[in-house]
């Protein structure tokens, strides 16, 4: 008797969908040129938005509340990391990722970014003259707010693109395959028209 020869052996449909997907979500990070900067930038933007809002929100309660300058700053640094790190949390736990996977990706990814930009707009808000005490209710305090969160920016943008040529920073949520957060092009011009804003508001100030 002839005996039928072995058919091939066929994955499943899904596993190839799923590798090919896996495969596609896990390119390699650049490590140089324009192409690290633009992930960068991408990476920065994303960063200062939930730096922006913590930062916001802990300035406007702690003048107003009249909180020490120090206690001011305190608590918006405080609110900035919580922020920043739950924008890069939110679409991981909508991903499925346990709360124990999140937490050190979150803090790999977040933690120097938020501290320079902390360090620095915090220092600039301390700097500027009446900032502080001008209170939410005055343009000075907007314009040296929306100055100082820019510069921030602007600062902490070298800081990501050193991490993420050596794997780290935003790397390493980029190797969930998970991305999430506002559009980066709306981000960019909000910031492009809060550095005009408070340059205009500065130097009616000086003026």
Same mark, same amino acid.
């Given at each position: 008797?002839?005996?039928?020869?072995?058919?091939?052996?066929?994955?499943?449909?899904?596993? +190839?969908?799923?590798?090919?997907?896996?495969?596609?979500?896990? #390119?390699?990070?650049?490590?140089?040129?324009?192409? /690290?900067?633009?992930?960068?930038?991408?990476?920065?933007?994303?960063?200062?938005?939930?730096?922006?809002?913590?930062?916001?929100?802990?300035?406007?309660?702690?003048?107003?509340?009249? !909180?020490?300058? /120090? %206690?001011?700053?305190?608590? $918006?640094? $405080?609110?900035?990391?919580? !922020? %920043?790190?739950?924008?890069?949390?939110?679409? /991981?736990?909508?991903?499925?990722?346990?709360?124990?996977?999140?937490?050190?990706?979150?803090? $790999?990814?977040?933690?120097?970014?938020?501290?320079?930009?902390?360090?620095?707009?915090?220092?600039?808000?301390?700097?500027?003259?009446?900032?502080?005490?001008?209170?939410?209710?005055?343009?000075?305090?907007? %314009?040296?707010?929306?100055?100082?969160? +820019?510069?921030?920016?602007?600062?902490?943008?070298?800081?990501?693109?050193?991490?993420?040529a050596r794997g780290?920073?935003?790397?390493?949520? #980029?190797?969930?395959?998970? #991305?999430?957060?506002?559009p980066v092009r +709306?981000?960019?011009?909000?910031? +492009?028209?809060a550095a005009i804003?408070?340059?205009?508001?500065?130097?009616?100030?000086?003026?």
């Open positions: 008797m002839l005996e039928s020869a072995p058919q091939p052996v066929e994955e499943p449909i899904e596993e +190839v969908h799923m590798e090919a997907a896996t495969a596609h979500q896990h #390119h390699a990070m650049p490590t140089s040129g324009r192409a /690290l900067d633009g992930v960068a930038m991408s990476a920065t933007l994303h960063c200062l938005t939930g730096c922006a809002i913590g930062e916001t929100l802990g300035m406007i309660i702690g003048t107003a509340a009249g !909180f020490s300058d /120090l %206690g001011t700053v305190a608590l $918006a640094v $405080a609110l900035a990391f919580l !922020f %920043g790190y739950g924008l890069t949390s939110l679409p /991981l736990f909508r991903a499925g990722f346990t709360l124990a996977a999140i937490v050190p990706i979150a803090l $790999a990814t977040d933690t120097f970014s938020i501290a320079t930009m902390e360090v620095v707009d915090n220092a600039i808000m301390l700097a500027i003259p009446g900032a502080m005490e001008a209170g939410p209710g005055s343009v000075l305090f907007w %314009g040296s707010l929306s100055v100082a969160l +820019v510069i921030a920016g602007v600062v902490a943008f070298p800081v990501n693109r050193w991490l993420i780290k920073g935003h790397a390493v949520v #980029h190797e969930t395959g998970v #991305h999430g957060g506002p +709306v981000v960019g011009m909000v910031a +492009v028209a804003f408070g340059t205009v508001v500065l130097l009616a100030e000086v003026l």
